[in-house]
Structure formats: C-alpha cells, structure tokens
C-alpha cells in the first residue's frame, strides 16, 4: 500500500501567503511539511473573512492543495462541534404541535433511535405517492430514508447536512432569515461521495476513515427541492450507530475539519449582489406552498408530548 493520504488545513493557506508576500518562489513549490494525517484533531485557528470572493479564494486554495479528498461546506450562525442531531442534547418538532423540547441524553437518545424505524415508514409513504424514480433503494436501505427525515427535520439522525456548495453554506451561514452579522463556515474533507449506498457497502477506506458521504440529490424524490436546491450531502461516522454506549463525542464530526472560516458582514458588503448574491429563504427553504413534499411529510408526521416531556409520534389511525 502507498503513502496514507494526508490533508493540507487552513495553517498551510498562511504560510502560502507569507511565501507569497515575500516572492519565496522556491519555498513555494513544496508545502509538503503542512501536510497533516486525516481525521486528526487540531486547534486551527478561525480564518476571517469579509467578502464571499476573499472566501472563496481561499477554499480554491484549499481545494486544489486536497486534490485527492473531496471538499464539503456547512454553515452555522454559530461556531459549535459538528454532531448530528441525534448525539446533541436535545430536540424540538419542526412545528407548532408540541412546543416541548426532547432530551436526547442518556436512555432518551436509545428511545429516539429505537423510534426512527417509525418515522422512516411514514416518510416512505409520502415519498411513494409522489413518485420516485429508481424507488427500490428506499425500500430496502436505511441511508435514503434517512436523509429524508432528517433534511425535513423529522426526527433526530445519526446524518448531518454538509453542502458542495460553498455559497450555500455562506447563506446558511449569515442567515437565510433576518440577516445576521456573522457566522461561520465549515470546510471538511471526506475520501469520497456516494451516489447511494447500502450501510454495508462501505468500502476498505470509508472503513478505515470511519466516515461515510451520501449525495442527497441522488437519494431523494425529484419533489424534495430542498435538497436539490441546497446541493446536500449527508455525512455520518462508520460504522452507523453500531454501538449507543459511545459517547455522544465518538460521533463528533469535527475532526474532519481543515479549515474554520469566521464570515464578518459589518456593512453589509460581505455578498456581491451581481456576481455573487446570498441565497433567499426561498431559494434553499422553500415554504409548504412551493415544496408539496415538504406539506405532506408534515401531514403524515404529527407528534404527540407526554406528561415527561418525551416526544412520541401519532402513528395513523
């Protein structure tokens, strides 16, 4: 077997510029020494950044120093550890119905996943109705239907939501509702990105890495045009849920990070509204009106809060 594969981090982007600053040609031609082991936790420090142009380049950068890895976005109003929603603390319904918020600790987060199975049938239905080309992956792998129910927010998964998007990521990032002024952007590397894949199929270095990458808009209905709009990835650790007893921390994706960019938009002039606008609310979260898929999940999945605050769902009558 070759040379493991390594991963260039923000810190090389740094020192590239300070080559660059003192026209340090020969330095520049090897930057072999920034070279990093993948999945190996560091404590970068956050990139600034003021326009989404300056952003931009700097991911080129990155992009093209990772040749062998492919890129991935999120973006966050605030900087916080990559979990997916079901290792986080707690958890609310998408809607107005129950205005409890669910514990995800301790034997609450078994409960949570002991439920998904439920959840999972009733989004297959809605899927089915609408039609669904090539649907038999639906039925019998656990992944799309996930991603399903966790783009929609249905119900807590072992998924998060990254994007091969970098200007999605930056919308997200300062606010797709009232614009805030700052917000961070996430870049990870991940060895590749599946079409769709069965939690078996993973191959010898998606094991070895411990990571797994889906592209939602190959899993998902032509109807789901969230995830087609926001060009989703969902991305978990492997293997998937093979043991509740580790820690919410095992399932951390932060490690997979190389670079934390800090978006700054004091003026208002972080987007170029020609070149480069911010995406609308409606261009990544379309409402119950312009996404039908979206209305009749929310029809199907109702949810119900006991006495305890823990959350059930309605299963049909």
Not at 113 to 131: D, F, R, T, Y
Not at 136 to 165: C, G, K, M, N
Request: glycine content about 4%.
């Amino acid at each position: 077997m070759g040379k493991d594969k390594g991963v260039y981090r923000s810190p090389t982007l740094t020192h590239w510029k300070k080559l660059e600053a003192e026209h340090d040609l020969c330095g520049m031609k090897d930057l072999s020494d920034f070279e990093c082991p993948f999945d190996e936790e560091h404590a970068d420090p956050v990139v600034k950044v003021t326009s989404f142009l300056k952003l931009f380049k700097k991911v080129s950068f990155l992009s093209v120093m990772n040749k062998r890895w492919t890129l991935l976005f999120r973006g966050q109003e605030l900087q916080a550890p990559l979990k997916p929603r079901l290792f986080r603390t707690h958890w609310k319904p998408p809607d107005d119905d129950a205005a409890s918020v669910a514990s995800l600790e301790g034997d609450e987060r078994r409960y949570f996943w002991e439920s998904l199975p439920l959840v999972e049938e009733l989004a297959l239905g809605v899927v089915k109705k609408h039609g669904l080309p090539r649907w038999r992956h639906f039925d019998s792998r656990a992944l799309p239907r996930w991603a399903i129910v966790q783009h929609y927010e249905l119900w807590p998964t072992p998924l998060l939501d990254f994007s091969t998007s970098l200007r999605v990521a930056a919308s997200f990032a300062l606010g797709v509702r009232p614009t805030p002024r700052k917000g961070y952007v996430y870049v990870v590397c991940v060895p590749r990105v599946r079409g769709d894949m069965d939690l078996e199929d993973a191959d010898a270095e998606e094991r070895a890495r411990k990571v797994l990458a889906v592209r939602l808009n190959s899993v998902c209905p032509p109807s789901a045009l969230r995830s087609h709009l926001q060009e989703g990835v969902m991305v978990s650790r492997y293997p998937v849920m093979d043991d509740l007893s580790h820690s919410a921390d095992h399932q951390d994706l932060s490690s997979l990070v190389i670079a934390t960019f800090k978006l700054v938009d004091k003026k208002g002039e972080f987007w170029d509204k020609v070149h480069f606008p911010r995406h609308s609310q409606e261009s990544l979260l379309p409402s119950l009106e312009q996404d039908p898929l979206l209305r009749d999940l929310r029809e199907a999945v109702r949810y119900r809060p006991d006495p305890s605050g823990r959350i059930h769902v309605v299963k049909p009558t």
